[in-house]
């Protein structure tokens, strides 16, 4: 049963009408979501949502709205909340969430005030990877309408953190040792030629008009213009900053390059995968012939129960030329044959033999685990586990 509310004096209505306007979402650190769409926008991101207000007069409702407080209103109610004529349906009071900004890419939005251009410049940001914004003024609002209709809600997962003027920004920028990129119509390198220093980048946007502050301009350690053909005055500046976050961002990976790679998480599994084998081959070839990718392909035949050899190539990584060294050793100490359909089967032999190497394979994953609690070792199986899952997704779509 939803409760409801008939008077314009109750708290929620008080609170959902104050935080339909700026000072209000100032003030409180609150503010009103608008339609069923931004609200499935705010849930999705994991906004804290206090109520939902519906109109007494809608007809569908989905029950998974009802885990949250919801209360019926009428539509004269819900106009005096939204401050509109005409009815929003539904409407929810969320959380602002405001954050501590250090990372490699964040933008500056220097005095920006056009509400749509704010959105633009949020969702171009999120489509690079960015959602890190700095605002220079402390009564900076990404929660108007207007603001989350541009960037598809992808203000609601922007991390923001707000200085009482550009001086304090650039104070902030300094300390944390980013290098400052201002664009200008006078800058004196071409956006698409600049380098970068592997520092994180902050970019500055400035006002539509005035563009951005003289502090910004003296401080910069590059500025920058984007080349346009002389018919055209100005790009937008929600425009101009998405081929500004494209252009950057694209110099400041090829800048990187080398340790982009050091660091992504296929480059790391595969060191330790490489590092677990060198472990075992280290204590295998005290007792036996067979390679620690020899035996692991062993234990995986045993377990898949026949495989053909295109499969064990993709699986194993096996190159054309290491077949021969690979296979013909387990054929011929009989711990692999292959059935009428030439597919690699596991003989009694084989079972044995990884029997009687179990206990290397054990003391050796001991030894490497040594160092974790009972707990980190759960964690990292799980860990593991959900990355296998998400590759599965994405290998079939999903």
């Not at 101009?240 to 790391?268: F, W």
């Not at 685990?369 to 999903?398: A, H, P, W, Y």
Request: aromatic residues 6%; neutral net charge; proline residues 2%.
């Amino acid at each position: 049963m939803i409760a409801e509310i008939k008077s314009l004096k109750d708290d929620k209505i008080q609170l959902a009408k104050s935080v339909s306007c700026h000072k209000g979402r100032i003030k409180k650190g609150k503010f009103l979501i608008e339609g069923l769409e931004a609200i499935d926008w705010a849930i999705e991101s994991n906004i804290k949502i206090d109520f939902i207000l519906i109109s007494n007069k809608l007809k569908q409702f989905d029950d998974k709205y009802l885990a949250y407080n919801v209360y019926k209103i009428s539509d004269g109610l819900l106009k005096k909340v939204t401050g509109t004529n005409y009815v929003i349906p539904i409407v929810a009071v969320g959380n602002i969430k405001t954050s501590a900004i250090n990372t490699d890419f964040c933008i500056v939005l220097d005095n920006v005030k056009d509400f749509g251009n704010i959105g633009t410049i949020v969702r171009s940001s999120h489509a690079f990877g960015i959602n890190n914004i700095i605002s220079t003024k402390t009564d900076f609002d990404l929660f108007q309408r207007k603001t989350v209709d541009a960037s598809r809600g992808r203000i609601f997962s922007t991390n923001l953190q707000t200085f009482n003027n550009p001086s304090e920004t650039i104070k902030y920028l300094k300390d944390n040792d980013y290098q400052i990129v201002t664009t200008s119509p006078r800058g004196t390198q071409l956006q698409s030629l600049v380098k970068l220093s592997d520092r994180p980048v902050a970019l500055v946007v400035g006002n539509e008009t005035s563009g951005a502050s003289d502090e910004f301009m003296e401080n910069a350690d590059i500025i920058v213009q984007i080349p346009m053909y002389s018919e055209v005055e100005s790009l937008n500046v929600g425009v101009a900053t998405g081929i500004s976050i494209y252009e950057l961002k694209l110099k400041r990976v090829l800048g990187m390059l080398e340790k982009q790679i050091k660091t992504t998480i296929g480059r790391e599994i595969n060191v330790a995968a490489m590092l677990i084998r060198e472990a075992l081959d280290a204590k295998l070839k005290k007792v036996s012939n067979l390679s620690s990718s020899q035996l692991i392909f062993l234990m995986v035949l045993k377990c898949d129960t026949e495989m053909s050899l295109l499969d064990a190539q993709k699986q194993f990584g096996i190159p054309d030329n290491e077949i021969k060294n690979h296979f013909e050793p387990l054929i011929a100490e009989g711990l692999i044959s292959t059935d009428s359909a030439n597919n690699f089967v596991m003989t009694e032999t084989g079972i044995e033999t990884i029997g009687k190497l179990w206990t290397i394979i054990e003391n050796t994953e001991k030894k490497i685990m040594e160092d974790f609690t009972e707990s980190e070792q759960k964690e990292l199986k799980r860990l593991l586990d959900k990355i296998k899952e998400k590759c599965v997704e994405i290998k079939n779509g999903l």
